[in-house]
């Protein structure tokens, strides 16, 4: 090749680049992520404390089985599915698990449950779910829960 056909793209080359360099080049996403904003908790047994604490409250039986049902908004979410479930124990780790969306009591007492979304934006709700035994009741307070038996 001779030398000045060389010289020739070489400008072209970084005669492209200065113009693309100032005038730019216009970047479109067409498919923007659209994070989760909100978590609900939707089950029918849902309550609202006057802290604004959630929680459900249920008579145990043997075998109690709770469904847990919520919802990632919005729709049009990227990753709606994106949302881990986790439980949390008072003090004992016998008294229930998550499995497959249902809270599995097998005695009673209390699991505190955490829904967060996992598409980077760290949306979390969380609630207390109780477990009594028919006979008792249950006393609230601002921040504490006491158990009382009728």
Known sequence: MKKSTVIV?????????????????????????VYITQINITNTELVTR???????L????????VPLTFEALPENATERNAVKVEIYYQSDTDVAEFISG???FYKPGMVSVRIYSTDGRNVTVRCDVYAQMPDQQMITFT??????VK
């Open 50 to 56: 006057p802290d604004n604490t959630l929680y459900m």
């Open 9 to 33: 793209i070489a400008v072209i080359y970084f005669v492209s680049i200065a113009v693309v360099g100032f005038f730019g080049l216009e970047i479109s996403s067409y498919n923007p992520v």
């Open 102 to 104: 249902n809270i599995l």
């Open 143 to 148: 921040n504490a829960s006491l158990w009382g």
């Open 58 to 65: 249920f008579d145990y039986t043997e075998g109690l089985t």
